[in-house]
């Protein structure tokens, strides 16, 4: 259920997202989830990609700076309500989301979580009876 992310600090210079995208596909590496995250300086690429080990390798001998975290994926129908659901009942747990993305894939949202305890996330929704996605089934989206 731990799914591994790529998170890659990104000058706020033009062309650096295009220069890690060319380098991933050159590579053959499919790329599951983006998001990127900013500041005056900087940003913050995460990543979701089916190699996340050869990804990290390709990136470091191009001299970017990459670390690998862990998240979850929960996967819920397209509504509000349903991504509050599986916010609730972590907070109602005192279980901290550091952040969150989503993204659509038909009906439903594939909700991706970075959480300050990640095995108890995990415990707690599967105890709500939630859908979490395994990383092979997350690469095959």
């Not at 799914?3 to 995208?21: A, C, D, M």
């Not at 995250?37 to 001998?61: C, H, M, N, W, Y």
């Not at 916010?87 to 005192?94: E, F, V």
């Amino acid at each position: 259920m731990i799914i591994p992310q790529l998170s890659v600090f990104l000058e706020n210079k033009s062309g650096r997202l295009t220069e890690v995208l060319e380098a991933l596909g050159e590579e053959n590496i499919r790329i599951t989830a983006l998001s990127v995250a900013d500041t005056a300086e900087f940003g913050i690429l995460r990543l979701i990609v089916s190699d996340p080990d050869k990804a990290r390798e390709i990136l470091k001998k191009r001299s970017f700076t990459v670390n690998r975290s862990e998240v979850i994926s929960v996967i819920a129908p397209s509504e509000a309500g349903h991504y509050a659901r599986v916010l609730r009942i972590l907070s109602d747990l005192g279980i901290s989301v550091e952040y969150t993305y989503a993204f659509s894939a038909g009906d439903k949202s594939i909700i991706i979580l970075r959480c300050a305890d990640t095995e108890k996330a995990i415990t707690a929704l599967k105890s709500h009876e939630l859908e979490l996605l395994k990383a092979s089934d997350l690469y095959k989206i």
